[in-house]
């Protein structure tokens, strides 16, 4: 399974920007970037995902390198609620089925 | 309907028990995930069904049997378990030949004493 590398925190103000970053060297050609964040006491949630060319969506934007060897997910303006641990994840695929093995993740920490 | 839902939210159970967690999904989706979590750790894959056929089993003890009965349910049959398979347990799902979300449950959080 290929790797990804994070901080194993950061932390950031309500209302700024924040920029969450992750290296995956080892990444392959048809390997999708995967966001994830779990919050506190609940399962995991999909935030965003790509392959090449960089994403927005209504949470989150994530930059991907043009050598795709790393990406950054971008929070627009962060709020106390976006405090959990974000996991960048290469997405496999076997039979059909995604494939996501988590790393360690970035404990985001927003301070009010 | 985009919930997954787990039962029970909270088990314990003995060594020598049989017990089982309930998954279930009305999405339409045909894969099907059991994850392993313990405490300040990222969830590990346990499992993966694809048309309710086992695709993935990431070398999991034998303790442990996944059972995949309709499009709509996955179960994990629980038995003879030690005490550092205490954890929370996590399904989740997704469409089948797609890139897009899994769709995590809150968890079961299970306890052997």
């Known amino acids: 399974d290929a790797k990804t590398t994070q901080p194993n925190s950061m932390e950031s103000n309500e209302e700024e920007p924040v920029h969450l970053p992750c290296n995956h060297s080892?990444?392959?050609?048809?390997?999708?970037i995967h966001w994830y964040r779990q919050l506190p006491s609940q399962g995991p949630e999909y935030v965003i995902h790509g392959l090449t060319s960089n994403v927005n969506n209504r949470m989150a934007s994530l930059a991907i390198a043009e050598d795709r060897k790393s990406s950054t997910l971008i929070l627009h303006r962060a709020t106390l609620r976006d405090a959990a641990v974000y996991y960048c994840?290469?997405?496999?695929?076997?039979?059909?089925?995604?494939?996501?093995?988590f790393g360690q993740g970035t404990r985001l920490t927003i301070n009010p | 309907d985009t919930e997954v839902t787990q039962t029970p939210k909270h088990l314990v159970m003995g060594m020598t028990n049989k017990k089982s967690l309930k998954c279930e999904q009305h999405?339409?989706?045909?894969?099907m995930y059991w994850y392993k979590q313990k405490a300040k750790k990222p969830p590990e894959l346990m499992f993966v069904y694809s048309y309710e056929k086992l695709s993935i089993n990431e070398s999991v003890p034998s303790r442990f049997s996944p059972e995949c009965p309709n499009s709509s349910l996955l179960n994990l049959h629980l038995h003879a378990l030690q005490p550092e398979d205490s954890a929370l347990y996590l399904c989740?799902?997704?469409?089948?030949?797609?890139?897009?979300?899994?769709?995590f449950g809150e968890g079961s959080r299970l306890t052997v004493l």
């Open positions: 994840i290469l997405r496999d695929v076997v039979q059909g089925a995604q494939k996501l093995v």
């Open positions: 999405m339409g989706h045909r894969a």
């Open positions: 080892t990444i392959s050609g048809t390997d999708y």
């Open positions: 989740a799902s997704s469409q089948v030949q797609r890139t897009g979300e899994l769709f």
